[in-house]
């Protein structure tokens, strides 16, 4: 609706009406898209996405979670008892959450925008479902999907100790002998782990990821992945550290560029970076050696095509597009999740 009585348009009234009803507005031929946020974490996984088919459990993967031999000392004649079967393989059994997006196009729609459309209705609907996928999926990586089963596995669910999810891969962690399929999932502000109220310093950070690499058998996590108001406490403990080395006989003027703070940090060797879906006071450490994404290749975000209303006493047109997927671990304990993180920047 055209805006009287700004710049140089005239006050509502008979004389904007006329000038609004024989003039064309300015427009400029592009969606600027005002809502959604950007994933790294995501972009990563997604990058990184394995191929699942069918079958019953589209994912199985054999996890060994105890000794299957033992061993002894022996003397000059080389004497050992027999050895015992011992079973120590389960089967880790997920199955993909399937994501559907309906897409409609109307008859109307069709017709007047046949011809003359500045931004086709259709291409931003299309553009929109990839958008509204991406941020379901990038929020369900790190929540407690567990008690829906038409969701998918996350982060949370991948590293918990049995304490949220007690059942994972259809293997339960609190059963006897099952110790091994337990995550980490660390109380960061109390006990060994705790970083206080001020949040995390680089000496926290440092002294975390020895940790949970020592316990998950020496392999650090790939990546941590925190809130950026929990990064950005970390960040500033790197800020207040940063010096500048000027090279003897150079001039610096406004457009010498000098980068401050950082956008992603390394501590241990570990890159850490900020998700906004990453809740804040909660931090994730992953080793994609054994977290994937799985995704259906049968149902990698396609599109059905459009069918006809008719049927339906409707004239028109439907289509959908799906995805299939699963975010998993093969090790629970590769990976950790730190919860109760206080000192938010913001």
Not at 115 to 138: C, F, G, H, P, W
Request: aromatic share 12%; proline share 7%.
């Amino acid at each position: 609706m055209p805006l009287p009585g700004l710049g140089v348009a005239p006050q509502a009234g008979a004389i904007f009406s006329e000038l609004a009803s024989v003039t064309r507005r300015a427009f400029v031929p592009r969606l600027f898209v005002q809502l959604y946020f950007g994933s790294p974490t995501l972009f990563y996984m997604l990058g990184n996405a394995q191929r699942a088919a069918g079958g019953l459990n589209q994912v199985t993967i054999p996890l060994q979670g105890g000794s299957m031999v033992q061993g002894q000392w022996t003397g000059y004649g080389g004497g050992f008892n027999s050895p015992n079967i011992t079973p120590g393989i389960q089967n880790g059994q997920w199955n993909l959450a399937y994501w559907v997006v309906p897409v409609p196009l109307p008859f109307g729609e069709t017709i007047i925008q046949a011809s003359e459309r500045e931004i086709s209705l259709l291409k931003a609907r299309m553009n929109d479902v990839y958008a509204v996928t991406r941020q379901n999926m990038a929020g369900l990586l790190f929540t407690n999907n567990s008690a829906n089963p038409q969701q998918p596995d996350s982060f949370y669910n991948a590293f918990d100790d049995g304490t949220n999810v007690p059942t994972y891969g259809g293997i339960n962690r609190n059963a006897a002998g099952n110790s091994a399929f337990k995550g980490q999932y660390i109380n960061l502000n109390s006990g060994t782990y705790s970083q206080g109220p001020a949040g995390f310093t680089r000496a926290g950070m440092s002294t975390l990821l020895m940790s949970v690499t020592s316990a998950a058998g020496g392999e650090a996590p790939t990546f941590v992945v925190m809130n950026p108001g929990d990064f950005a406490t970390l960040n500033n403990t790197f800020i207040t550290a940063e010096q500048y080395n000027p090279a003897p006989g150079s001039q610096y003027t406004m457009d010498t560029a000098i980068r401050s703070s950082f956008p992603n940090m390394n501590i241990a060797g570990v890159p850490i970076f900020a998700d906004t879906f990453c809740p804040k006071g909660n931090v994730f450490g992953v080793n994609v050696k054994y977290t994937s994404m799985y995704m259906s290749e049968d149902a990698a975000l396609d599109f059905s095509g459009f069918y006809s209303l008719v049927p339906l006493g409707q004239i028109g047109q439907q289509g959908v597009v799906v995805c299939g997927y699963d975010i998993l671990s093969a090790k629970s304990v590769s990976g950790f999740h730190g919860y109760n993180l206080a000192g938010a920047a913001f």
